[in-house]
DNA sequence: GGTGACGTTGACGTTAACGTCAACTGGTTA
DNA sequence: TAACCAGTTGACGTTAACGTCAACGTCACC
């Protein structure tokens, strides 16, 4: 109960690590805690990251997806944080909440509106190119090909 | 057929007209148009705009809305203009098309999975606030206020 | 012929969210 | 001991999408 293995089973992961498995660099998450979405604790000069700092940067990519600022998300991670926010900021965060909830409900309407414009669309884009006697399924013509033998 | 009404019953807005009916203001509008996003005929100086603008720019708010670029707007809504194209532009707006598509179904799973978060969170933020004492529906104290008869 | 209301063209400012260095600090391996 | 990582801290650069002036034009009217 010493050396190496801390006590609790508790994964922990360095910058790279968690740049590699979410595909964001480690300058995107040093930003992020300069931002104060993050605390790392600290071993020496590195940033150790811990299993909640894993979750918090989970939710921090798809909160980016929807359409969160970093400052939205700052105010919802911290009420998440420690209890003892002041009143009147809990409100604010429940009120700016619920109107992203109404926004997102219409982005979803808007979503389902362009996928089937999309839909129309990449139809269309397929009949120009067929109409040139062109495969739309064809992979992207790379510069300069050489006649990839046409069986 | 000569003086006001001009041969088709064809509305048109002005860039006001337009910025009010939409809630952008006008700057926006002519930024799209310097983008080459619209073009509106003119009449001396003043932009005149169609029922064909007004569709683009429903088009380009609503994608701004889901998450394309001005750039991406641009490209899909240029192929809708003319069909003269180059074949690789048509290709490559097909294949912006489909990736786009794939990337809104993951939207969606991330606003639902947001959503149902946000419900959560909510309920949470409103326990808190009954903790206290307070009403998580009384509207937001705006700082002072004069007891607004209530009944 | 002045005074708004509405419109136009530059040109510069701004904000968010990082990218891109450069210079430095340990720790480990050859 | 030198080279080589992985990581760190500034500090400045960048891009998108406008905002914010300033200076000007042009009608309509009073």
Redesign the interface.
């Known amino acids: 109960m010493k050396a190496g293995a801390e006590n609790a089973a508790s994964k922990t992961y360095s910058i790279t690590q968690l740049s590699e498995e979410f595909s964001v660099t480690p300058r995107a998450i040093r930003f992020y805690e300069d931002r104060g979405l993050l605390h790392p604790r600290r071993e020496g000069q590195t940033r150790i990251y811990s299993q909640r700092d894993w979750v918090r940067l989970l ?1 921090i990519l ?2 980016k ?3 969160f600022s970093l400052a939205e998300l700052r105010e ?1 991670l911290d ?2 944080d420690v ?1 003892d ?1 002041q ?2 900021q ?6 700016m ?2 109107n ?2 109404v926004s ?5 309407q ?6 089937s ?3 129309v ?2 139809t ?3 009949k ?2 067929e109409e ?1 006697g ?1 495969d ?1 399924r064809a992979p ?2 790379a510069s300069k090909r050489k006649k990839v033998s046409a069986a």
């Open positions: 939710l798809r909160g997806r929807v359409g919802i009420l998440y209890g926010q009143t009147e809990i409100r604010r965060t429940l009120v909440a619920r992203k909830m997102l409900e219409r982005q979803r808007d979503i389902d509106q362009t996928m414009e999309l839909t669309a990449c269309y884009f397929e120009l190119l040139r062109i739309p992207v013509a």
